[in-house]
C-alpha cells in the first residue's frame, strides 16, 4: 500500500525559507508523479508543484512560481519542496501526493494517493 510520510513545515517569518519533503513507500514509483498542493483555511486546494520520478518532467503552481523549487531524490523515492520569499498567504497546510500520472494531469487532478499533510505558517 502506498504510504507518503512529509516532513518539514513550521512557523516562519515573512521573507523566510521552509524545506518540505515527501518520502514514498509501498509501490513502484518509476512513473509516478509526486507532488505537493496546499489548502488554507476557508480556501480552496491549490497545486503548488510536482515532479514526475521517471521524465523529470515538473510543473509549478502560479501563485508560486519564481519562489518555489521541486527536486528528487531517486534512491530514496523522495521529493523536496523548497520554499523561498515566504509570505502570510503561503500559510496552509501542504499536502503531499502522488500518482501515476503525467505532471500535467496530476496537477488539475485529485490524486490517487496523500499524506497527511504539514502546516506551514508564515507570520509577518
Known amino acids: 500500500q502506498v504510504q507518503l510520510v512529509e516532513s518539514g513545515g513550521g512557523l516562519v517569518q515573512s521573507g523566510g525559507s521552509l524545506r518540505l519533503s515527501c518520502t514514498a513507500s509501498g509501490g513502484s514509483f518509476s512513473r509516478y508523479t509526486l507532488g505537493w498542493f496546499r489548502q488554507g483555511t476557508g480556501k480552496q486546494r491549490e497545486f503548488v508543484a510536482g515532479?514526475?520520478?521517471?521524465?523529470?518532467?515538473?510543473y509549478y503552481g502560479d501563485s508560486v512560481k519564481g519562489r518555489v523549487s521541486i527536486s528528487k531524490d531517486d534512491a530514496k523515492t523522495t521529493v523536496h519542496l523548497q520554499m523561498t520569499d515566504l509570505v502570510p498567504e503561503d500559510t496552509a497546510i501542504y499536502y503531499c501526493a502522488a500518482e501515476d500520472l503525467p505532471v500535467t494531469i496530476f496537477m488539475e487532478a485529485t490524486p490517487a494517493y496523500w499524506g497527511r499533510g504539514t502546516q506551514v505558517t508564515v507570520v509577518s
Open positions: 515532479i514526475n520520478l521517471g521524465s523529470g518532467n515538473l
